[in-house]
């Protein structure tokens, strides 16, 4: 078959894009398989050699998961045993006691920043909504003035701050100082956060009113009731320490320098306790003993629980897996190269290219990590290629807002946040929409200030 060269080949890009978003949304093909069917019939009219057309797809995918696999499921288990050790009631209940039931929302913010560091959003979500319902209740307040800022607080996080696992596939590809990007990612995210969160939910809240009865808030209020009968809560210094320790962990990692001369044994040790899959190794370890044994659990009961949070993410997991292998197959096609051509004739800088780059590939897919990992593919070659020096820290960030732009019907997050909050499908575009195109925008505007200073 003959290879197609030139603006032929950005039209099969954008026919791909459209077909995915037609089978994800319209048809309800499962995200999964419409990622390898698409991949595989882009390669074919491309022209690409038949023979690796494949290849060049379980390549991407195998890159991706590489690293992403791991992280999700060891952040999946830290999650698992601080939610079954009952760590994250503790969280709530120190929350209310220090901010006061009149700042609650501001607490919600700041354990959702917390707790989503380690974990993905869907996982942080399902962590922590049992907390949204039992503040809400015990200060009768609105789920949506509880609950927004959590959803922003975790949303920022998956997007800007490593050590989350989509950041991290961006610090990868980007060449980025992990430490820096954390650092970095603060300052751009925290603020960020309260725009869209407490702010945002003060405002919002006002207008739209939930319905009276939620069926899901009684189930797990009804759940934390029987609980609390049976047990005795970790402290909060111990579950935030066992939740904080990977990113202590990574931050140490990436000062190894400062500290050691290079290669010396020292600097090696701590860049090998500071790497991502290791840190949350041992910060899983870890929770076994703070979580789980000292918290009367047996050693039986510690492996269900890990056997039982996988479940789950595998979803999620191999839908970002094929985001890869789509990102690689668009590489290997030559229509990476093509977008980089257009790019360069636009003049537009690298950040905002990242950005623009992920926020179609998050309208298109839904999810915020798959518009990343293959922003990320697209846009790096680009970057080192257009001559323009841009600090990779922030190209990450620029990605990661440009991920988190509208979230709508092919989401994930979006009916887990419309189902759980007992909204219908225009409150949820109101409010969880908007927070999230809040927080894109506002990310990409910090960042731009950001790299005015760095």
């Not at 668009?330 to 229509?335: E, H, K, T, V």
């Not at 620029?398 to 009916?415: E, K, M, P, Q």
Request: aromatic share 8%.
């Amino acid at each position: 078959m003959e290879a197609v060269h030139g603006s032929m080949l950005l039209v099969f890009a954008v026919i791909a894009i459209a077909l995915l978003i037609l089978l994800i949304t319209r048809y309800k093909v499962y995200p999964f398989l419409v990622l390898i069917i698409v991949s595989l019939l882009l390669g074919l009219a491309s022209g690409m050699p038949m023979g690796t057309i494949v290849k060049s797809f379980e390549t991407g995918n195998g890159n991706t998961l590489g690293h992403i696999a791991i992280v999700v499921g060891l952040g999946t288990m830290l999650g698992k045993m601080m939610a079954e050790s009952g760590g994250a009631e503790r969280i709530a209940t120190t929350l209310i006691d220090w901010f006061g039931e009149k700042n609650i929302h501001w607490a919600m913010m700041v354990v959702a920043i917390i707790v989503g560091l380690p974990v993905f959003f869907e996982v942080g979500f399902v962590l922590l909504i049992p907390i949204a319902f039992n503040v809400a209740k015990r200060t009768n307040k609105s789920l949506l003035l509880v609950g927004l800022p959590m959803v922003a607080g975790l949303s920022v996080v998956h997007g800007l701050i490593p050590p989350h696992p989509a950041a991290m596939l961006a610090v990868q590809a980007y060449h980025a100082d992990i430490g820096k990007t954390i650092a970095y990612g603060l300052i751009v995210g925290v603020p960020t956060a309260i725009v869209a969160g407490p702010l945002f939910a003060l405002l919002v809240s006002r207008y739209i009113k939930l319905p009276e009865n939620n069926p899901l808030a009684a189930q797990f209020l009804g759940a934390a009731d029987k609980q609390k009968e049976k047990r005795e809560l970790p402290s909060f210094g111990i579950t935030l320490f066992t939740i904080l320790l990977p990113v202590i962990l990574m931050l140490v990692g990436s000062w190894a320098d400062l500290v050691f001369t290079p290669k010396t044994l020292a600097n090696d040790l701590l860049r090998f306790v500071g790497n991502s899959d290791v840190a949350l190794l041992i910060a899983v370890l870890v929770s076994f003993w703070t979580f789980g044994a000292s918290r009367g659990f047996n050693r039986e009961q510690i492996q269900k629980f890990c056997g039982e949070c996988l479940a789950p993410i595998a979803g999620i997991t191999l839908i970002v897996g094929a985001g890869g292998g789509f990102g690689r197959v668009l590489m290997d096609s030559g229509i990476s190269k093509e977008i980089v051509n257009v790019a360069t004739a636009m003049h537009l800088s690298p950040l905002l290219f990242g950005w623009l780059v992920a926020a179609l590939i998050r309208l298109a897919t839904g999810s915020a990590t798959v518009a990343m990992t293959t922003a990320c593919g697209i846009v790096a070659p680009i970057a080192a290629a257009s001559g323009v020096h841009v600090t990779p820290e922030l190209l990450v960030l620029a990605t990661g807002s440009g991920s988190l732009i509208f979230s709508h019907v092919n989401d994930g997050g979006f009916w887990l946040i419309k189902e759980y909050f007992g909204m219908t499908v225009v409150q949820t575009f109101k409010t969880w929409s908007l927070c999230e195109t809040i927080i894109s925008v506002m990310g990409l505007g910090l960042t731009f200030a950001l790299a005015t200073v760095v």
